[in-house]
């Protein structure tokens, strides 16, 4: 089993990786003048259009439950995956071109919650107009400990405490919804009588998510109470 520090190196590590394919991009757009706050309100546009996506497949999924539009889950799940890779890009143009502020801190941490609370709430949306209202329910619990995450961090932060312990912290939850429409949609469209199985692979990412974003949250406020019982 790997602990929770080998879990951190082989996450940073992976970012740093990260960040060297994508930095002559970064450094292209800090020629032509692009800001750290432009990118992260494309990145928020970018998931506008995702939630948008998810939302139509639930309106058509509404009129017939037997019409699951798996194209257009599979294009969300491609575009939600190549627009939050701006959450990348922001902070990589504010560091290296000298751009870091409070402000786009700021900025970028309160785009994110409005990404996540649209992405997951038309993700529920579908779910309940497709028949699945468990399934909206647990990408409800989902979408609770998403933001729930991020709420004990800043208050934490708030009073010292720096609190960014966890496994379903934002990168992973994005990977894990955005894969679930993936596959999901994948699976619909290759073998339309799945339909079922397909669905239930979504519904499989939310749970992951649900529980495991619930339980980072409760881990961070654990965390809090012992460092401000010291």
């Not at 619990?141 to 932060?157: D, K, N, Q, W």
Request: proline letters at 2%; charged letters at 15%; one cysteine or more.
């Amino acid at each position: 089993m790997i602990d929770k520090n080998t879990f951190k190196q082989q996450r940073d590590g992976l970012q740093q990786g990260i960040y060297k394919i994508i930095n002559p991009f970064v450094k292209l757009l800090i020629r032509i003048g692009v800001t750290p706050n432009m990118v992260t309100t494309i990145g928020l546009l970018g998931n506008v259009a995702s939630a948008c996506i998810i939302a139509w497949a639930g309106l058509l999924a509404a009129e017939d439950p037997a019409n699951l539009r798996f194209d257009l889950i599979t294009l969300a799940g491609a575009v939600t995956i190549l627009f939050s890779l701006f959450d990348m890009l922001d902070g990589q143009v504010a560091r290296l071109g000298n751009m870091v502020s409070r402000f786009g801190a700021l900025y970028d941490s309160v785009l994110d919650r409005y990404c996540e609370l649209l992405t997951l709430g038309a993700m529920s949306y579908f779910l309940i107009t497709a028949g699945y209202t468990i399934g909206a329910l647990i990408t409800l619990l989902a979408l609770i400990g998403s933001v729930m995450v991020s709420y004990v961090r800043a208050r934490a932060e708030g009073v010292g405490i720096e609190c960014k312990i966890g496994f379903m912290q934002r990168p992973e939850r994005v990977v894990v919804t955005s894969l679930g429409c993936l596959a999901c949609g994948i699976i619909g469209l290759a073998a339309p009588d799945k339909a079922e199985i397909a669905m239930y692979v979504l519904i499989g990412c939310m749970t992951i998510i649900a529980i495991f974003a619930n339980v980072t949250a409760f881990a961070r406020v654990n965390l809090c109470r012992r460092e401000l019982t010291k």
